[in-house]
């Protein structure tokens, strides 16, 4: 079937026609897959330069400049809830715990720890554990205020205590039907917040709210 082609145009410039688009349907598909992809070819490229190094603490520096970035950047808004593609994400820094750690006299090496156990061998958090992390202070940043966005600080509904004694989130959750807008990222962004809300004082600073979350995490 021969399709109809047709140029578009705005004013006297005629509209590119791509195969693809930043956001479709609201749906990060081609973004994780992109990101993945860059991600994977960057760690080779480290695993290749630096075959020979030992300090696995080296690598991790190495990991966390050249490699890492691709898989964070603005992740405050396409941090996948589903497993699958959390996984697929998990498993780039997965594979580089394992080249750091290769040299490490295992007792068995068929038989590792589990990944997060080798994360904190060399001072590593898990990917999910940082999103959710970059979620939690984005939010005490609003909250500060550190942060200057009186639309999105709107958006964020504190807890008022009544006369029960059961202890609430701190803050409260807007209702949602449908599986997407449950992760919407603001509404994200304040679950991860009430997780660790009780290490939140608006006393402390951002830093100190920082150390207190990773202290709290490697607990």
């Given amino acids: 079937m021969n399709l109809l082609s047709f140029e578009y145009t705005v004013g006297d410039e005629v509209l590119s026609r791509v195969q693809t688009i930043r956001d479709p349907a609201l749906s990060f598909q ?19 330069l630096s075959r020979e190094f030992r300090d696995p603490y080296t690598l991790r520096s190495l990991y966390s400049c050249l490699v890492r970035p691709f898989l964070e950047t603005a992740s405050l808004i396409w941090d996948p809830y589903r497993s699958t593609m959390a996984a697929r994400i998990e498993s780039i820094q997965g594979r580089f715990v394992r080249f750091a750690l290769r040299l490490l006299p295992w007792n068995d090496p068929l038989n590792l720890p589990p990944y997060e156990h080798r994360c904190q061998l060399i001072g590593l958090e898990t990917l999910k554990q940082r999103r959710k992390r970059a979620k939690a202070i984005f939010i005490a940043r609003l909250l500060v205020p550190e942060i200057d966005a009186p639309n999105v600080l709107a958006q964020i509904a504190i807890n008022v205590p009544g006369y029960t004694l059961r202890r609430s989130d701190f803050l409260r959750l807007p209702f949602r039907r449908r599986d997407y807008s449950l992760h919407e990222p603001i509404r994200s962004m304040m679950e991860c917040f009430n997780d660790v809300a009780h290490l939140f004082d608006f006393n402390i600073t951002i830093n100190e709210f920082k150390s207190r979350i990773k202290r709290f995490v490697f607990s």
């Fill in 30 to 48: 081609n973004h994780y897959e992109d990101i993945i992809d860059k991600a994977r070819r960057q760690l080779g490229f480290v695993s290749k």
